[in-house]
């Protein structure tokens, strides 16, 4: 009797794990009606393509992030095979300090370069992958631009820390392989992983006996060396290299024309054949349309892109092709931002990583008492709010865009919507508040099963949003199917 009481209390709590997982919570029970869709963009009246623009989050392995997503839209929805979809190359910055032969940037940690040559530097470059497909019962094409950054974080992430974790916790084996070795791994076989740590000096590290308890060595190695370690460096000097790296690739999915992936030559007849400058001199047309999709340390990393590019240093001028290629990735930063209705946020940190934005009250700085900006000290004149600002900025491009789409029908004018997604379960996302005058709709979902409100496991919570098929509807449904409760 005991043995069928126990295996009836273990459905019991799987059947209550598979309850929770099909249900979506919002701040607002109406918040969902009020929502826009893929699907949606997918349907308009001409056709235009849609680009889905991936940013991944911290801790990534290697390129793919993207798979569970461009996977679960044919295998939960049905909407393709996993074969449809078409990988029309990757590309690579390649202007500035990317430029082919450049040497590396003279970044030091604690006195040791982090980039000791051009090979070491141009195996750090980000890069963008192309993968196009046709959805059924969707007329328009659908390019997902998957957003590589985690190259230029390996130097560092390698041999700055998991290198000594030898001594404390033990070294985690499938990241010192990915540290040590030199492997293609990537779609197109142009990113690869570069051996940071050399063969030898692998063998030591492996040979050292660790100090730690197995679990315990397993969240230092895995949660913090690999994937918190991604905030600290990107909010530091790295984080205006990554930032330049990005904009560069935001202007080469610009320019990328889904519509000639399959024609003959394929990959290299669609890569920056699309002329995106004329229909930015229009400015009335909606000839592509952009969704974003993030992970986690992705979200900032997404609004960072809108960042101008960086002035030169105090007395040196800038060149002018320096000058041309800066106002160049902005227009293409206005060219995507303004046509982008929707975000949507997988376990974001913006709440996190503001804190390092913090900024002095602007209508206090001008009070009695209080010293102009001018006269506060370095430190805090520098703070900006950044996500604020690129916000901003973002909504006044889009609002500007639809003004210029419909100047005389104010009601057909559509607002820019963020969706937020969190797993109450899931330890690394916070809740997104509204953002200046843009509305963040904040919706909550089970990417885990729960078992019985003691325990939930933190990683799937963490990562299974683009496999949880409820999240996957609300994404890709049309609007009527929200009105209607689906």
Same mark, same amino acid.
């Given at each position: 009797?005991?043995?069928?009481?126990?295996?009836?209390?273990?459905?019991?709590? +799987?059947?209550?794990?598979?309850?929770?997982?099909?249900?979506?919570?919002?701040?607002?029970?109406?918040?969902?009606?009020?929502?826009?869709?893929?699907?949606?963009?997918?349907?308009?009246?001409?056709?235009?393509?849609?680009?889905?623009?991936?940013?991944?989050?911290?801790?990534?392995?290697?390129?793919?992030?993207?798979?569970?997503?461009?996977?679960?839209?044919?295998?939960?929805?049905?909407?393709?095979?996993?074969?449809?979809?078409?990988?029309?190359?990757?590309?690579?910055?390649?202007?500035?300090?990317?430029?082919?032969?450049?040497?590396?940037?003279?970044?030091?940690?604690?006195?040791?370069?982090?980039?000791?040559?051009?090979?070491?530097?141009?195996?750090?470059?980000?890069?963008?992958?192309?993968?196009?497909?046709?959805?059924?019962?969707?007329?328009?094409?659908?390019?997902?631009?998957?957003?590589?950054?985690?190259?230029?974080?390996?130097?560092?992430?390698?041999?700055?820390?998991?290198?000594?974790?030898?001594?404390?916790?033990?070294?985690?084996?499938?990241?010192?392989?990915?540290?040590?070795?030199?492997?293609?791994?990537?779609?197109?076989?142009?990113?690869?992983?570069?051996?940071?740590?050399?063969?030898?000096?692998?063998?030591?590290?492996?040979?050292?006996?660790?100090?730690?308890?197995?679990?315990?060595?397993?969240?230092?190695?895995?949660?913090?060396?690999?994937?918190?370690?991604?905030?600290?460096?990107?909010?530091?000097?790295?984080?205006?290299?990554?930032?330049?790296?990005?904009?560069?690739?935001?202007?080469?999915?610009?320019?990328?024309?889904?519509?000639?992936?399959?024609?003959?030559?394929?990959?290299?007849?669609?890569?920056?054949?699309?002329?995106?400058?004329?229909?930015?001199?229009?400015?009335?047309?909606?000839?592509?349309?952009?969704?974003?999709?993030?992970?986690?340390?992705?979200?900032? +990393?997404?609004?960072?892109?809108?960042?101008?590019?960086?002035?030169?240093?105090?007395?040196?001028?800038?060149?002018?092709?320096?000058?041309?290629?800066?106002?160049?990735?902005?227009?293409?930063?206005?060219?995507?931002?303004?046509?982008?209705?929707?975000?949507?946020?997988?376990?974001?940190?913006?709440? +996190?990583?503001?804190?390092?934005?913090?900024?002095?009250?602007?209508?206090?700085?001008?009070?009695?008492?209080?010293?102009?900006?001018?006269?506060?000290?370095?430190?805090?004149?520098? &703070?900006?709010?950044?996500?604020?600002?690129?916000?901003?900025?973002?909504?006044?491009?889009?609002?500007?865009?639809?003004?210029? +789409?419909?100047?005389?029908?104010?009601?057909?004018?559509?607002?820019?919507?963020?969706?937020?997604?969190?797993?109450?379960?899931?330890?690394?996302?916070?809740?997104?508040? &509204?953002?200046?005058?843009?509305?963040?709709?904040?919706?909550?979902?089970?990417?885990?099963?729960?078992?019985?409100?003691?325990?939930?496991?933190?990683?799937?919570?963490?990562?299974?949003?683009?496999?949880?098929?409820?999240?996957?509807?609300?994404?890709?449904?049309?609007?009527?199917?929200?009105?209607?409760?689906?």
């Amino acid at each position: 009797m005991g043995k069928w009481i126990r295996i009836a209390l273990i459905l019991a709590g +799987l059947s209550g794990g598979v309850a929770a997982q099909a249900k979506v919570a919002a701040d607002s029970k109406d918040a969902l009606k009020t929502l826009t869709s893929i699907g949606d963009a997918l349907d308009s009246a001409d056709h235009h393509p849609v680009h889905i623009l991936y940013v991944h989050g911290m801790n990534e392995i290697g390129a793919g992030d993207s798979a569970l997503l461009r996977e679960s839209i044919c295998t939960k929805l049905n909407l393709c095979a996993v074969a449809d979809w078409k990988n029309a190359g990757a590309e690579f910055p390649d202007k500035g300090e990317f430029a082919p032969g450049a040497p590396p940037p003279p970044f030091e940690y604690q006195r040791s370069r982090i980039w000791n040559n051009a090979e070491e530097w141009r195996a750090s470059a980000p890069f963008v992958v192309h993968w196009v497909v046709h959805l059924r019962r969707h007329p328009a094409v659908l390019v997902v631009d998957e957003m590589n950054w985690w190259p230029l974080v390996l130097a560092f992430k390698c041999r700055r820390i998991m290198a000594s974790e030898a001594y404390l916790a033990g070294l985690n084996r499938q990241l010192l392989q990915v540290c040590s070795q030199q492997s293609m791994q990537d779609p197109g076989g142009l990113g690869h992983f570069y051996p940071w740590i050399s063969p030898d000096e692998a063998a030591r590290l492996a040979a050292i006996r660790p100090h730690a308890a197995l679990i315990n060595r397993s969240l230092k190695d895995g949660l913090i060396d690999w994937g918190v370690s991604d905030l600290a460096i990107v909010v530091g000097p790295i984080g205006g290299l990554l930032r330049d790296g990005l904009r560069q690739l935001m202007a080469k999915s610009a320019a990328f024309d889904p519509n000639l992936a399959g024609a003959p030559g394929g990959a290299s007849d669609a890569r920056g054949r699309y002329d995106w400058r004329a229909q930015l001199r229009r400015d009335n047309t909606m000839d592509q349309e952009f969704v974003a999709v993030t992970h986690s340390l992705g979200a900032f +990393l997404l609004f960072d892109t809108l960042t101008a590019g960086s002035a030169a240093p105090a007395g040196q001028a800038i060149t002018a092709p320096e000058a041309a290629r800066q106002a160049d990735e902005n227009d293409a930063g206005r060219y995507i931002f303004e046509r982008t209705l929707l975000c949507y946020f997988f376990a974001n940190q913006l709440q +996190l990583l503001e804190i390092t934005n913090l900024e002095t009250d602007s209508g206090a700085a001008s009070g009695a008492g209080q010293p102009p900006a001018a006269a506060q000290p370095p430190a805090v004149a520098a &703070r900006v709010a950044k996500l604020r600002t690129s916000v901003d900025e973002w909504e006044k491009l889009h609002a500007d865009f639809q003004v210029a +789409l419909h100047p005389n029908d104010v009601p057909a004018r559509k607002r820019l919507q963020v969706v937020a997604w969190s797993d109450p379960n899931d330890v690394l996302t916070w809740r997104v508040a &509204r953002v200046g005058d843009v509305d963040v709709v904040n919706l909550y979902v089970q990417n885990a099963l729960n078992w019985f409100r003691l325990f939930a496991w933190p990683i799937a919570a963490h990562v299974n949003y683009a496999r949880n098929k409820d999240v996957l509807r609300v994404m890709f449904s049309d609007t009527k199917d929200h009105a209607a409760g689906h």
